[in-house]
């Protein structure tokens, strides 16, 4: 399905577009979830097409030190691995969000109503992020070996279900219809730079003064870290809190007062 001869660009450039267009509207205050599935559709829709941007498989090939088949030079794509990073550090992670196909399809699979689990995980995902990207780093640099290749990520978008990884894959992708992201929270090695960055972003949703503790952000919430005191290191701007939020400005997009 990958369209071959298309260039990787296509898919970095519209990330830089799409980080513009959505940090707009999260600042604006015209964000939401409607608006937000026109850009999984599409970032989707890219992943299947040109195989762009998908940002965890551009580390495994940062790390294993080829990048040819993404048609950049290694410290291009390292450099722009790096921008999106900083990118996080005063946006959250809104590439994660909306942008990347990995994380938009599970996003949209995530829609199907049946019963959810796998809230109360989140205080885990990091140390088993952490742990699965050494594993990738020591095995990528040490052996030359592409864990995520394996592990079928690429054969899922290529479409190819004769590959074994791709069972693998498409396992994972199945779990996201009752767990939120599993991939995201628990394999992306790049999503451990992403979290980092979020916790320390300039610009997240906070709750203001006039937040009358209602607790609806905090169940709508399909990583429980909608609490007051959270960080927001594994918030995906998914939008479920605003949307659910009964008093305007309670919960807003910016800086810390």
């Known amino acids: 399905m990958v369209l071959g001869s298309a260039p990787k660009?296509?898919?970095?450039?519209?990330?830089?577009?799409?980080?513009?267009?959505?940090a707009s509207l999260w600042h604006s205050g015209w964000f939401s979830r409607r608006r937000a599935a026109g850009f999984l559709l599409v970032s989707a829709a890219l992943g299947f097409l040109i195989f762009s941007p998908v940002f965890p498989y551009i580390l495994q090939l940062v790390i294993l030190g080829d990048t040819r088949e993404l048609?950049?030079?290694?410290?291009?794509?390292?450099?722009?691995?790096?921008?999106?990073?900083?990118?996080?550090?005063?946006?959250?992670r809104i590439v994660c969000g909306q942008i990347c196909p990995v994380g938009a399809v599970q996003e949209l699979i995530y829609l199907i109503p049946v019963p959810r689990h796998g809230r109360n995980l989140t205080p885990r995902a990091m140390s088993v992020r952490i742990?699965?990207?050494?594993?990738?780093?020591?095995?990528?640099?040490?052996?030359?070996?592409n864990l995520l290749g394996i592990i079928g990520?690429?054969?899922?978008?290529?479409?190819?279900?004769?590959?074994?990884?791709?069972?693998?894959?498409?396992?994972?992708?199945?779990?996201?219809?009752?767990?939120?992201?599993?991939?995201?929270?628990?394999i992306c090695p790049y999503g451990v730079f992403l979290a980092i960055g979020a916790a320390r972003s300039r610009w997240k949703i906070r709750r203001t003064d006039a937040c009358i503790q209602c607790g609806r952000?905090?169940?709508?919430?399909?990583v429980n870290v909608a609490t007051a005191e959270n960080s927001r290191a594994e918030c995906y701007l998914c939008g479920r809190c605003t949307e659910v939020c009964?008093?305007?400005?309670?919960?807003?997009?910016?800086?810390?007062?």
Do not use: M
């Open 71 to 92: 048609g950049v030079l290694l410290p291009a794509a390292a450099a722009g691995l790096l921008v999106f990073i900083a990118v996080t550090l005063f946006c959250g």
């Open 153 to 186: 990520l690429k054969d899922f978008f290529f479409l190819s279900p004769t590959s074994p990884g791709f069972a693998v894959f498409f396992a994972i992708v199945l779990v996201s219809v009752t767990v939120y992201r599993p991939f995201c929270r628990f």
């Open 9 to 22: 660009a296509l898919g970095i450039a519209y990330a830089v577009l799409a980080v513009i267009v959505l």
């Open 217 to 222: 952000c905090e169940r709508a919430c399909p």
């Open 131 to 145: 742990g699965i990207f050494i594993v990738i780093l020591a095995t990528g640099v040490g052996f030359s070996v």
């Open 246 to 257: 009964p008093v305007e400005g309670a919960l807003v997009y910016g800086r810390k007062s």
